[in-house]
Nanobody, 124 residues
């Protein structure tokens, strides 16, 4: 299994980015739980958004609700995270992850496949 993130960068507050995660090696990938997580300096890894049920269900952490949108292209095995209205506190390394099942889709410990991360830096 390989997950490769891209799309990070440096933007000013209020800006937008689209993060992508290309997945390979996942059998029946449509049924996998997939999520975006972030790790900011001095903080623990945090679940940002998750998508499951073949893409019909999504979860978001409260701090990004209404600003971030998770989606997936099952045909291309790509996971996306559209991030809008960025704030300096969104600065972090963003990771995508996958697992066959999660009882708590925003909890990092429930995922067993991880990408290498893409950095998002938001300046004020």
């Amino acid at each position: 299994v390989q997950l490769v993130e891209s799309g990070g960068g440096s933007v000013q507050a209020g800006g937008s980015l689209r993060l992508s995660c290309s997945a390979s090696g996942l059998t029946y990938s449509t049924y996998y739980y997939m999520g975006w997580f972030r790790h900011a300096s001095g903080k623990s890894r945090e679940g940002v958004a998750a998508i499951y049920g073949g893409g019909t269900s999504t979860d978001y952490v409260d701090s990004v609700e209404g600003r971030f949108t998770i989606s997936r292209d099952n045909a291309k095995n790509i996971l996306y995270l559209q991030v809008n209205s960025l704030k300096p506190e969104d600065t972090a390394m963003y990771y995508c992850a996958a697992t066959g099942y999660s009882s708590s889709p925003l909890r990092p410990y429930t995922y067993n496949y991880w990408g290498q991360g893409t950095q998002v830096t938001v300046s004020s």
